[in-house]
């Protein structure tokens, strides 16, 4: 049933939008056992990935996201970002303008991608988006358009915070903060959850480790889908330049406030034989919150040497 709706779906468009291209996604929602922040929890997934796959469709396509839910409790998803032009049915925002995509069910989103650059989607149960349910959507530029702030490279991050109980029993601090979806959880801060055996690997965390090239200029693209808290992210002995925010060309200080998203650039520039970190930290964070920062890693390729060189984990 699912795969006929989207068949046709897709052939109207193709006859409606001469000219337009059409994106089709088929994607498959539910729970799996995952590792975020080095403690095995269960996660939601679209096709077995967490963060979700990225939309990627020119300005102007038209694009059809079929949706089926494997969870035992209601979905929505919400598309930031996307100005929802004539498909307000498609905007995410359970019983606004959406009836919620019961459990075992099927539903077609569908919109016109129309503004510029990459934004994240998550899911309208914030419980969900805590637990994995995000990603991008990518909306590139017409061929004939240059790009205003031209870079070597690209890199998409989102930024987020993670509960080990139930969700709806932290009204407070997050337990750790993801770069994205890695990071280190202190358990020994917090009574662990979990029964499973291999639980938590503190010994091991895992880090995002980004290698650079030397005299390159890269843009990060940097959004959040925290369930409270707004981060702060630097990258040390780096500057960093801001160049658009949530499609904006425009300049703030970054604070990254949860369903934003800002452009930066970044020239690597500094001595190629260490390595640098990154991290994420609450704004206004209360002096006797545990919360540790969220941390990545920066390097110069080729490598210098092992990644915790420099880094305060």
Not at 50 to 78: C, K, M, W, Y
Not at 283 to 306: D, E, F, I, M
């Amino acid at each position: 049933m699912g795969g006929s709706m989207t068949l046709l779906l897709l052939l109207l468009a193709m006859i409606g939008l001469a000219g337009a291209r059409v994106r089709v996604y088929n994607w498959d929602v539910r729970r799996e056992l995952k590792s975020p922040s080095s403690y095995k929890k269960q996660v939601v997934t679209i096709n077995r990935e967490s963060p979700g796959p990225t939309i990627q469709a020119g300005r102007g396509d038209r694009v059809f996201v079929s949706v089926i839910n494997r969870l035992e409790e209601n979905l929505a998803i919400h598309w930031d970002g996307t100005r929802q032009i004539k498909s307000l049915g498609s905007d995410g925002t359970e019983a606004i303008n959406q009836r919620p995509i019961f459990p075992g069910e099927n539903f077609t989103y569908r919109f016109i991608a129309d503004r510029l650059g990459k934004s994240p989607y998550y899911s309208y149960y914030r419980s969900q988006t805590v637990d994995g349910l995000h990603g991008f959507i990518d909306v590139l530029p017409p061929y004939s358009m240059t790009e205003p702030s031209a870079c070597d490279y690209g890199k998409s991050i989102i930024l987020d915070d993670q509960y080990y109980k139930s969700y709806y029993d932290c009204a407070a601090e997050p337990e750790s903060l993801l770069i994205p979806r890695k990071g280190k959880f202190d358990y020994a801060e917090s009574t662990a959850p979990s029964s499973h055996p291999t639980a938590c690997d503190g010994i091991n965390p895992e880090y995002l480790h980004w290698r650079v090239l030397p005299g390159k200029t890269y843009r990060l693209n940097i959004s959040s889908v925290t369930a409270q808290s707004a981060l702060s992210f630097r990258i040390e002995d780096h500057n960093l330049t801001v160049v658009e925010a949530d499609g904006h060309y425009i300049v703030p200080s970054l604070i990254v406030y949860s369903g934003k998203t800002y452009s930066v650039k970044i020239k690597a520039d500094q001595d190629p034989s260490r390595n640098y970190s990154i991290t994420t930290n609450i704004v206004g964070q209360n002096a006797s919150a545990t919360t540790p920062l969220g941390l990545a890693v920066l390097s110069y390729s080729p490598p210098a040497g092992p990644i915790q060189n420099d880094v305060t984990p």
